[in-house]
């Protein structure tokens, strides 16, 4: 009889499912997905959430039975408190697990930087589906309270974003879009809006393609939406923003989206890390020291083939995903890793309903047809999810 293979994934976001998916075609592996949520968070569709397009069921999928969906997965709603990897063991608040090969897939979060006064208190991350929620239903509500203050004098709604790249771009386009749709839609007089993007590079979407941030700068403007460059937070209260100029904003409420940082579990690793925290890996995507431990997606960074780092995007940590699998599966059958080589295959920008600026294996799309695209790639990749969790719920239902 073969021995299985024990393989704990910790982290149930982009790459930690890919994982998964690759890995349970082994009937031999014994996979067990560990997270502290019981669902998985399609991140990339925040901007829909907020704005009314989607609801949470729809930006969710049920981990136990995604996994149900496989023969040799497991999950375990469980939060992992540390790993000793010298005996081969991922702790958590109940048990010790033993594994013969462990990926870390845990991710990050928003980065609540400390030196700015006033900053956790008074704003939101969407990082995870509950502030994403909470920050739902606070905007959902401004938008009511000013319909029933009413009339042509009504204060206007002030909403501050503060950060510059993809997600704060995405999140300002979509919400002046949607109000402003909502608004005309209704015949609502109350249409004083300020949305406010806070960035502190000289230019939006810093390190991007030229064309598709000229796209994206051009489309902010035409929503209205009022962009300040080469400018930071440094201070916020219950009512205003203080920026880095001594300007002071008013502010109903504000989305911080400028930075990350690694998921709280990797501080607590006695791993490699580089200057920013993030987990070192080799050109197999192994951490330094234990050739049968992984990290993969957000909680590492990786290099293009110029040595420039790339983007913490879906797309790239699927690509890593599936290098990973590839090399547990050769060290299982005894051969050699494979280097990975992994690229952006596109960027799509979503900026505002209907409308979309993207380029795929070099080809520019911009307007409705690029925001199809978009759309199409996220259906694909939740039909392809939820047809496993189906499966899966089919199962508990029968037994």
């Given amino acids: 009889m073969e021995k299985s293979n024990k393989i704990i994934i910790i982290g149930g976001g982009y790459a930690g499912l890919r994982t998964v998916e690759y890995l349970a075609k082994n009937k031999q592996n014994q996979i067990t997905l560990f997270d502290k949520n019981s669902y998985h968070y399609m991140q990339t569709e925040v901007y829909d959430l907020i704005a009314n397009e989607e609801d949470f069921a729809q930006v969710a999928l049920d981990l136990f039975t995604f996994c149900m969906g496989f023969e040799n997965v497991v999950f375990c709603k469980q939060e992992v408190a540390s790993v000793d990897f010298a ?21 990050a979060k928003t980065k609540f ?65 949607y109000s402003r749709e909502f608004y005309n839609r209704n015949n609502f007089i109350c249409r ?24 994206s700068k051009k489309r902010l403007k035409e929503l ?55 987990i070192e890996t080799n050109e197999f995507l192994q951490v330094k020291k234990h050739s049968e431990v992984f990290a993969i997606g957000d909680c590492t960074t990786i290099y293009d083939a110029n040595g420039k780092a790339l983007a913490p995007t879906a797309d790239i940590a699927e690509q890593m995903a599936e290098y990973c699998a590839k090399n ?68 508990i239902f029968e037994s």
Avoid at 355 to 367: E, I, P, R, T
């Fill in 87 to 107: 005996n081969k063991k991922v702790i958590t608040q109940i048990q010790r697990y033993s594994y013969d090969y462990l990926v870390i897939a845990v991710g």
């Fill in 113 to 177: 930087v400390s030196n700015i006064e006033g900053l956790k208190e008074h704003s939101y991350g969407v990082k995870s589906l509950l502030h994403a929620m909470y920050f739902k239903q606070r905007f959902e509500m401004s938008l009511f309270t000013k319909v029933r203050e009413g009339g042509t004098n009504a204060k206007p709604l002030n909403i501050i974003v503060a950060g510059g790249g993809l997600s704060g771009v995405e999140i300002v386009a979509q919400m002046a879009s």
């Fill in 192 to 215: 004083t809006l300020n949305i406010v993007l806070i960035n502190s590079s000289k230019n939006i979407l810093k390190g991007m393609d030229e064309k598709l941030v000229q796209k």
């Fill in 224 to 278: 209205g939406v009022i962009v300040k460059n080469e400018k930071r937070v440094v201070g916020l209260d219950g009512v205003s923003v203080k920026l880095s100029d001594g300007e002071i904003l008013p502010k109903d409420f504000m989305i911080f989206a400028g930075g990350i940082e690694p998921n709280t579990l990797v501080s607590r690793l006695n791993l490699d890390k580089n200057e920013r925290g993030y």
């Fill in 328 to 395: 547990i599966g050769n060290m299982i059958s005894n051969t050699k890793p494979q280097a990975y080589k992994i690229r952006s295959r596109g960027m799509l920008i979503a900026l505002g309903r209907n409308y979309a600026a993207s380029k795929v294996f070099g080809l520019y799309f911009n307007g409705y047809i690029a925001y199809v695209v978009k759309k199409l790639v996220e259906r694909v990749y939740a039909m392809r999810l939820s047809r496993v969790a189906k499966r899966g719920c089919g199962k």
